[in-house]
C-alpha cells in the first residue's frame, strides 16, 4: 500500500489528482472498519496538512479546518452558542481518540450516531472541499445524503467547516443517550441553538437529532414551537406534540427500539432547549 501524507493543500490535491486514494485524517474510524485483506492500493493522510489545521475567527465567522481534533475543538475559547459542539466533543470516544478524531473524518464517515454533526446542523456549518479544478461550499444539510454518503467528488477533500457570524449571540446545548455512559454509540442525542430576546423568551431555534434516521435531521415545526417561549413555560408545558418529530425515522435495533427513540427524543429535546436558554451570558462553551 502506497502511503503519503502531505504538509500543504496543494500537495494533497495533486496527489489526488494522481489516482484513486483513501483519505484519512485521525483514522479513528478507518482501521477498525478494514476488512482482512481489503486495503485500499493508496493511502493519504491530510492530518499534517496545514491549511487543514487549526480553528480562525473573523468578523465573517469560524473556519474549523477539516483535520482539527476534538481536543482542539474543546479548548478553543468559541462563545455560547458552540457549547453544544464542544458538549460533542467530549463525546466523541475516549480522549485517545479525541486527540487524533478530527471534525471533517466525523463528517466525511457519515455515521447516523456521529456525534459532530447533530450541533453543526444548528450552527449553520458550511463544508468547504477542494479539487485541482476549485473549491466549492456545501451546506451541512446537503452535504451527508445518507449512511456513509457524502456530496463529496473523488478528487475533492473536506479542507474546513464554516459556520457563520451570525449565530454568534446563540446558546447551545447538546444532550445524548446511550446504554452506558462512556464510549456509547447513541440510542439519540439532540443538539439546540437559541436565540433569547431581553424578555427571556426564545426568539430563534435551532434543533436537531442525530441516530434516529439515517442522516441527522433539524426539527423545523418544533423550533417555531419554541419561539415565543420562557424558561419558565417550557418548564411546565413543553411542546410534546409527536408531530414534531415527523421527520425522523427511528430503527429498532439491539442498543433500542424504534418506540423507546421517539421516547427519549421527546425529553433529550425538552431538556436541551431549557439547557440551552438557561445559559448564562457571558460564560465561554
Excluded at 414534531?244 to 425538552?270: G, K, N, W, Y
Aim: aromatic fraction near 4%; glycine fraction near 8%.
Amino acid at each position: 500500500m502506497e502511503y503519503h501524507s502531505p504538509v500543504s493543500l496543494q500537495d494533497a490535491v495533486d496527489l489526488l489528482n494522481d489516482g484513486d486514494a483513501k483519505i484519512v485524517a485521525g483514522a479513528t474510524d478507518f482501521f477498525p472498519g478494514l476488512e482482512r485483506g481489503r486495503a485500499p492500493e493508496r493511502l493519504l493522510d491530510v492530518s499534517r496538512v496545514s491549511e487543514m489545521r487549526g480553528i480562525s475567527v473573523s468578523e465573517a465567522g469560524w473556519r474549523i479546518g477539516g483535520a482539527t481534533t476534538w481536543s482542539e475543538i474543546l479548548e478553543f475559547p468559541f462563545p455560547p452558542a458552540f457549547a453544544g459542539l464542544k458538549a460533542a466533543a467530549r463525546e466523541v470516544g475516549s480522549v485517545q481518540i479525541q486527540n487524533a478524531g478530527t471534525v471533517g473524518g466525523n463528517l466525511c464517515n457519515a455515521s447516523p450516531a456521529a456525534d459532530g454533526v447533530p450541533p453543526l446542523l444548528t450552527l449553520e456549518a458550511v463544508v468547504e472541499t477542494v479539487s485541482a479544478s476549485g473549491s466549492r461550499l456545501v451546506p451541512l444539510e446537503e452535504f451527508i445524503v445518507g449512511v456513509r454518503s457524502v456530496n463529496l467528488e473523488p478528487d475533492e477533500i473536506c479542507a474546513a467547516i464554516h459556520v457563520p457570524g451570525r449565530i454568534r449571540d446563540g446558546r447551545g446545548s447538546f444532550l445524548k443517550l446511550g446504554a452506558r455512559r462512556y464510549l456509547v454509540i447513541s440510542i439519540s442525542m439532540v443538539a439546540v441553538l437559541v436565540h433569547v430576546a431581553p424578555n427571556g423568551a426564545v426568539s430563534e431555534a435551532r434543533i436537531s437529532v442525530g441516530a434516529c434516521s439515517p442522516v441527522a435531521k433539524r426539527m423545523t415545526e418544533l423550533e417555531a414551537a419554541v419561539v415565543g417561549l420562557s424558561a419558565e413555560e417550557l418548564e411546565s408545558d413543553f411542546p410534546s406534540d409527536p408531530k414534531f418529530l415527523d421527520p425522523l425515522a427511528p430503527l429498532d435495533d439491539i442498543r433500542a427500539s424504534a418506540v423507546h427513540r421517539m421516547q427519549a427524543t421527546t425529553e433529550l429535546c425538552r431538556r436541551a432547549v431549557i439547557e440551552a436558554v438557561n445559559l448564562a451570558d457571558g460564560n465561554n462553551a
